[in-house]
């Protein structure tokens, strides 16, 4: 048992310095006896599962459509609407646009000082 636990925390944590291809995140299957990549939808699956359980949200992983997506979004701005009023909601959407595009009013002209400062030395 000791040997196994050696075995795993050197390919979690020394192996991915000796090659690359044990830099790839993996799991040790102990029913199989071997590690094995994990594969990225899968983490997002079951954080998608705990999210939906969590808030007690009847939704289908394997079979939600679009139309489901923009049916939920209908019924949230809906929700919001009548919750808070529309005038609040859009006001503060614009604020963070608002404030988004002034960042990058203020971003471009500092590259635009960085650049003269060649000409001036």
């Not at 040790?28 to 939808?41: K, L, M, T």
């Not at 923009?70 to 019924?75: G, H, N, P, S, V």
Request: net charge negative; charged share 25%.
């Amino acid at each position: 048992m000791e040997a196994t636990t050696t075995v795993k925390r050197f390919m979690n944590d020394e192996a991915p310095n000796y090659h690359e291809a044990f830099g790839v995140r993996s799991t040790f299957d102990d029913q199989r006896g071997e590690f094995s990549a994990c594969h990225p939808h899968s983490d997002l699956k079951e954080a998608l599962q705990n999210c939906a359980q969590t808030w007690s949200i009847n939704c289908d992983l394997e079979t939600c459509t679009w139309e489901d997506v923009f049916d939920e979004m209908q019924a949230a701005e809906d929700e919001y609407h009548r919750e808070l009023g529309g005038n609040i909601l859009t006001a503060g959407l614009k604020l963070v646009f608002s404030i988004a595009k002034q960042q990058a009013d203020m971003r471009n002209k500092i590259l635009a000082a960085f650049r003269t400062i060649v000409d001036i030395i």
